[in-house]
């Protein structure tokens, strides 16, 4: 019993070892991600407001976010991940464009809405994608748009290592951050890594939605490597 105390033990470390040191993902990366994401956001009050229910909620929402990996987020340089791929936070860096920031862009993304919404839902879709917009702080900011743990490993570190992580490169240079949380159980969670919460901007009828500031800090030191390549270039 000992020993298997001890592998359970090393096993856990390991994990958060790489959770605290995270590497940029790249496009090979994105499958792996999509479904980690999916995992984890599948009973998200939001999500579970906004998405089909039933069998083909998994998919929709694979498909959804492999879309955001690759045609936005990944290119972007700013997602990043354990090595095992057990956790990940999706930064969008101050300067990223918007979502769908044209009518041809909205109508290519639309099967992707129907997929993950279903027809009866597409609306509730559209009505948080343009609050989430709407409601985006002016000022420069590191955007997280998504941060995710394997459903097995939640409650055990990982989402404040590789969180921690992040923020740490971020106040290295001197940056803001801001999210939007969509679980009320996270709010703990974020304010003790220095987010302050704006309010509720949740569209009619839907869970709440609660914008989340952290300003920038003083610099300290800066991150050396890949990881200040990735705040800087």
């Known amino acids: 019993h000992q020993d298997v105390r001890a592998t359970v033990s090393d096993e856990h470390q ?11 993902a790249g496009i ?3 499958r792996r991600l999509a479904r980690l994401l999916a995992a984890a956001f ?3 009050p939001v999500i579970d407001w906004i998405a089909r229910p039933g069998r083909k909620r998994a998919g929709g929402l694979e ?3 492999f879309w955001l990996l690759t045609a936005r987020a990944i290119p972007l340089g700013q997602t990043w991940m354990a090595a ?9 860096p101050p300067d990223a464009p918007p979502a769908a920031d044209t009518l041809i862009e909205q109508i290519r993304l639309m099967p992707i809405f129907l997929r993950l919404c279903g027809l009866p839902r597409v609306l ?4 948080v994608a343009a609050a989430v917009e709407r409601h985006r702080p002016a000022n420069p900011h590191f955007h997280l748009a998504f941060i995710a743990v394997a459903p097995r490993l939640q409650g055990q570190g990982l989402g404040s290592a590789i969180l921690g992580a992040s923020l740490a490169r971020i106040d290295a240079i ?8 969509s679980n009320p159980r996270n709010t703990r969670f974020y304010k003790s890594a220095g987010f302050v919460a704006r309010g509720n901007f ?9 914008a989340m500031w952290r300003p920038a800090r003083p610099r300290l030191t800066q991150p050396t490597g890949e990881r200040q390549m990735a705040f800087t270039e």
């Open 28 to 30: 090979d990366d994105a």
């Open 42 to 44: 599948l009973s998200d």
């Open 174 to 181: 001197g940056a803001a951050a801001y999210l939007e949380n």
């Open 202 to 210: 949740a569209p009619v009828g839907a869970p709440p939605l609660l």
């Open 124 to 127: 509730r879709g559209q009505a």
């Open 63 to 65: 498909r959804f976010f």
């Open 84 to 92: 095992s791929g057990s956790a990940a936070a999706v930064w969008m």
């Open 14 to 24: 390991r994990l958060l070892a790489e959770a605290a040191n995270p590497r940029r």
